[in-house]
C-alpha cells in the first residue's frame, strides 16, 4: 500500500530535550516536505526536499533541522524544542512539486 | 508565500451550494486542492496544471485563471460528507490557511 508513514503519533517532550520525528515514503517520491498547522493559520512549509542530499528552508525553518540521505525518508529534527512549536507536524510526498502530494498521520507534539 | 483563501469558514444546509477562492500575488502555474477531515490527514482533490482548465470530481469542480492568479473550488449540492478544511496550494507546495466548511442537516 502506498503510504507515508510518520513516528511517532503524539509526543510529550521538555524544552530543550532534542527529538526526532520520522517519515518515509514507499512511493519513490522524489519530493518530501515538512508542515506545522496551528489554527488559523493552516499549513506552513517548513523545510523541503527536492531529491537526496537537497533540501532548503520553507516559510517557517527557524528551530528546525532536516535530512534526506536515502530518497524514502525525510527525518525532522528539533534539536532544542520550545514551547512555541507545539504542534501539529505533517510530512508529504509527492513524485515532483506539482503533483498529488500524499500526507502522513501527522504527529502532534507538545512541548512543556 | 502561502496564497489566500476566502472566506475563512462556511456553513451550509444539505443541498446547498459553495465557492471557496485562493489567490496568490505571485505566479501561481498550478493549483491543488485538498480537503481534511478532522483529526485526519488533508487528502488531494484535484490538481489544475494549466490556466483556464476546470475539472471535476463527484460534485466538487475547480476552475483556474492564470492571468488573475486565482482559483476557485465549487460544492454544489453539498453533502454531509463534504465537511472538513479545504486547502489550496501552490506548485512549491505552499498552503493556505483554509477554509472551514461545515455542512448541517
Known amino acids: 500500500e502506498a503510504q507515508v508513514t510518520q513516528n511517532p503519533r503524539y509526543l510529550i517532550t521538555v524544552t530543550g530535550k532534542k527529538l526526532t520525528v520520522t517519515c518515509s515514503q514507499n512511493m519513490n517520491h522524489e519530493y518530501m516536505s515538512w508542515y506545522r498547522q496551528d489554527p488559523g493559520l493552516g499549513l506552513r512549509q517548513i523545510y523541503y526536499?527536492?531529491?537526496?542530499?537537497?533540501?532548503d528552508k520553507g516559510d517557517v525553518p527557524e528551530g528546525y533541522k532536516v535530512s534526506r540521505k536515502e530518497k524514502r525518508n525525510f527525518p525532522l529534527i528539533l534539536e532544542s524544542p520550545s514551547p512555541n512549536q507545539t504542534s501539529l507536524y505533517f510530512c508529504?510526498?509527492?513524485?515532483?512539486?506539482?503533483?498529488?502530494?500524499?500526507f502522513g498521520q501527522g504527529t502532534r507534539l507538545t512541548v512543556v | 508565500q502561502q496564497p489566500v483563501q476566502s472566506p475563512q469558514a462556511v456553513i451550509l444546509r444539505e443541498g446547498e451550494d459553495a465557492v471557496i477562492n485562493c489567490s496568490s500575488s505571485k505566479a501561481l502555474y498550478s493549483v491543488h486542492w485538498y480537503r481534511q477531515k478532522h483529526g485526519e490527514a488533508p487528502v488531494f482533490l484535484m490538481i489544475l496544471l494549466k490556466g483556464g482548465e476546470q475539472k471535476g470530481h463527484e460534485k466538487i469542480s475547480a476552475s483556474f485563471n492564470e492571468k488573475k492568479q486565482q482559483s476557485s473550488l465549487y460544492l454544489t449540492a453539498s453533502q454531509l460528507s463534504y465537511s472538513g478544511t479545504y486547502f489550496c496550494?501552490?506548485?512549491?507546495?505552499?498552503f493556505g490557511a483554509g477554509t472551514r466548511l461545515t455542512v448541517k442537516p
Open positions: 508529504a510526498s509527492s513524485f515532483v512539486s506539482h503533483t498529488e502530494a500524499f
Open positions: 526536499s527536492m531529491n537526496v542530499e537537497a533540501t
Open positions: 496550494g501552490t506548485f512549491d507546495m505552499r
